[in-house]
């Protein structure tokens, strides 16, 4: 089961900041918490990932709360093209293999013209 | 650099017949996922390859389905004999280190 919980659905005007919780209060030290996207029926797009410090990249930015049982992605400035489903993934990663992804339902953004 | 690929795109098949479905990883990734969404359910892990040996096979349905990765490089999934259930979307990723690159997937439907 997914150990992550997000709103199912949020809508946000194009060119604002899109804002995506993520609640996972159970996450552990060492795991790791991941975004994805799925646009449309696409494969999951990879989108950015951290474990306690905040992380930028292209795409967008990473908020992790100082006690780590909450997220939050940001997209800077949200496009017609970011609507999709975006997965919250707590994930392990071991010297021992890389875990498998456990995806939830996601929360469905429609960026607004 | 080529991304994940998969083959076919879309396969339509009756009840009881055959499929094979191909997944071509990001060259020199030695990790390589099977995953697959079924109808109004949520994405499922399905198995885990590295190189050519499966680390992890936990999300195999049932007997019916058989994934190989003959020589660490591509891999298969054959569903035999498929049923209707087996309707969804599958999905293959790779990996060099953590993180998971996915392909657009095969889209599997079961008459």
């Known amino acids: 089961d997914a150990k992550t919980t997000q709103p199912p659905s949020m809508d946000c005007a194009e060119g604002r900041a899109a804002n995506l919780p993520c609640n996972h209060s159970?996450?552990?030290?060492?795991?790791?918490v991941y975004w994805y996207r799925q646009i449309h029926s696409q494969g999951p797009q990879y989108i950015i990932h951290?474990?306690?410090n905040n992380e930028t990249n292209e795409m967008a930015s990473l908020i992790i709360t100082e006690d780590r049982k909450s997220s939050t992605l940001i997209l800077p400035h949200a496009t017609l093209r970011d609507t999709a489903v975006y997965y919250c993934?707590?994930?392990?990663?071991?010297?021992?293999?890389?875990?498998?992804?456990?995806f939830g339902t996601g929360t469905r953004l429609t960026i607004i013209p | 650099e080529a991304g994940v690929t998969q083959f076919p795109s879309h396969s339509v098949i009756e009840k009881g017949q055959t499929v094979t479905l191909r997944c071509d990883p990001i060259?020199?990734?030695?990790?390589l996922y099977w995953y697959r969404r079924v109808m109004g359910k949520e994405i499922k892990f399905l198995l885990h390859?590295?190189?050519?040996?499966?680390?992890?096979e936990s999300g195999m349905p049932n007997n019916r389905f058989l994934a190989e990765r003959t020589g660490g490089t591509y891999s298969t999934l054959k569903v035999q004999p498929a049923e209707l259930e087996d309707s969804g979307v599958y999905f293959c990723?790779?990996?060099?280190?953590?993180?998971?690159?996915f392909g657009p997937g095969t889209r599997l439907l079961v008459l």
């Open positions: 990723a790779s990996s060099l280190k953590e993180t998971q690159y």
């Open positions: 159970t996450i552990s030290g060492n795991e790791y």
């Open positions: 951290g474990l306690k």
């Open positions: 993934i707590v994930r392990l990663i071991s010297n021992f293999g890389n875990e498998k992804l456990t």
């Open positions: 060259s020199g990734h030695d990790n």
């Open positions: 390859f590295v190189k050519e040996s499966k680390q992890d």
